[in-house]
């Protein structure tokens, strides 16, 4: 099963756009605090639309609260990391893979990343911005994993206007 770690998110609007993206792609959400916001805070339900009430998630007191509980491959998502995001096998979805993204204005504490270097990666990106966007950074390594999964369950052909909806006049 995937899982996205966010690590001490401080922005209620990112959050918000990665719980819609982890209930459109049925995958965990666990937030460590502090947490910048509170859960029922106007903004992150403004970002995550109707979908908060759909959303498998769990909340943290601390990371070691965190890594007690859930065991499993921890992948950490940093820009300090040396190998892409595409250079892991994510295809084992019946294995718990743990994606976790730092907070937006410091990422994940180096003492956090050097007890598992092998494990700490990057998205491509050029010279010119320090980082992405953290909620775009989640959708682009949940989908990758996805693929590599084959999409597990994920709906192929949209579900309301029906498969043929292109074709019809």
């Given at each position: 099963m995937n899982h996205i770690v966010l690590y001490q998110?401080?922005?209620?609007?990112?959050?918000?756009?990665?719980?819609?993206?982890c209930v459109a792609t049925n995958t965990k959400l666990h937030l460590i605090k502090p947490l910048g916001f509170q859960i029922d805070d106007a903004h992150l339900k403004r970002s995550g639309v109707n979908y908060i009430d759909k959303l498998e998630y769990e909340v943290y007191e601390d990371f070691m609260d965190f890594k007690n509980k859930n065991p499993g491959t921890y992948y950490?998502?940093?820009r300090?990391?040396?190998?892409?995001?595409t250079s892991f096998d994510y295809s084992h979805s019946e294995e718990n893979l743990y994606?976790?993204?730092g907070k937006e204005s410091t990422g994940i504490p180096k003492e956090i990343l050097q007890q598992d270097l092998e494990h700490c990666m990057r998205i491509p990106m050029t010279d010119?911005?320090?980082?992405?966007?953290?909620?775009?950074?989640?959708?682009?390594?949940i989908y990758e994993a996805l693929r590599q999964q084959n999409f597990?369950?994920?709906?192929?052909?949209?579900?309301?206007?029906?498969?043929?909806?292109?074709e019809k006049n």
């Open positions: 998110p401080e922005i209620p609007q990112n959050t918000g756009n990665i719980m819609r993206t950490y998502f940093t300090y990391g040396h190998k892409p995001h994606f976790i993204f010119k911005v320090r980082a992405l966007n953290v909620s775009n950074s989640v959708a682009i390594v597990n369950d994920l709906l192929r052909e949209e579900p309301h206007k029906g498969a043929d909806y292109l």
